[in-house]
């Protein structure tokens, strides 16, 4: 059972469109990260969530962590071909707080063709 | 991914032979963690250690693997009497204590190979 279920597993889309990952859970994290990994590469650290309902951006990238602190998205705005790779979200759940014990994803593989 | 460094980024070991993988924090930070991604799997919790101390080895097979991070010296991963199972991406991350935001930061992994 994957406690972190990321959709779509893949998307390929065009230079230009939107598109929006998600990240549910039937359990609550204290805090949620998303991460972006190339291939050869380690994860790379995008954004940590830890307020229920709290929305950061990071230039075309929105990231919402939501009410209940079960599930999180994040969304792109007119992808551009750099935004291609594995983009991971993981959790800590309550009893791992102040750790860095996470619970990852199996990731969401973006193509963007130009 | 600036600052923790893993070496080496990649290593073939034959069936039976042992693994060493090491790991130094980035500056400042107290508390290693080591993640294993097998190919078509996410990644998954290994241990999480602190100078001198396992804090947390419940993701580590019982057997064959064992983690250290001594006073000196970087963390260090061994796999005894390889099988081709243990192919994979291994990747190191740390973080200062307390860890704010349960927020880790990542090497570049080292990739393991076994023939």
């Not at chain 1, 800590?92 to 593989?109: C, V, W």
């Not at chain 2, 078509?40 to 080895?57: C, T």
């Not at chain 2, 993701?59 to 970087?74: D, H, L, N, V």
């Not at chain 2, 963390?75 to 991350?93: E, K, N, P, T, W």
Request: glycine content about 10%; aromatic content about 10%.
């Amino acid at each position: 059972t994957q406690l972190l279920e990321q959709s779509p597993q893949f998307l390929s889309i065009q230079e230009g469109e939107n598109l929006t990952v998600y990240c549910n859970s039937s359990s609550v994290f204290s805090s949620l990260q998303w991460y972006r990994q190339e291939p050869g590469e380690g994860p790379v650290l995008l954004v940590t969530v830890v307020t229920g309902g709290e929305v950061k951006k990071l230039k075309r990238l929105t990231f919402q962590f939501g009410d209940a602190r079960k599930d999180s998205s994040l969304h792109i705005t007119a992808a551009q071909p750099g935004d291609t790779g594995l983009y991971l979200c993981a959790g800590a759940r309550r009893g791992s707080s102040n750790t860095g014990k996470l619970i990852f994803g199996q990731g969401t593989t973006l193509q963007v063709k130009p | 991914n600036a600052g923790v460094m893993q070496n080496p980024r990649h290593l073939v070991r034959r069936r039976g032979q042992e693994a060493r993988l090491r790991c130094s924090p980035m500056k400042g930070h107290s508390h290693v963690y080591w993640y294993r991604q097998l190919p078509e799997e996410g990644l998954k919790f290994m241990v999480y250690l602190q100078k001198e101390n396992i804090i947390d080895e419940s993701g580590m097979p019982k057997e064959r693997f064992s983690a250290e991070f001594p006073k000196e010296g970087p963390s260090i991963l061994r796999i005894q009497q390889v099988v081709r199972g243990d192919s994979a991406a291994y990747f190191c991350a740390s973080s200062p204590y307390p860890v704010p935001g349960n927020t880790i930061y990542f090497g570049e992994g080292s990739w393991l190979t076994v023939v």
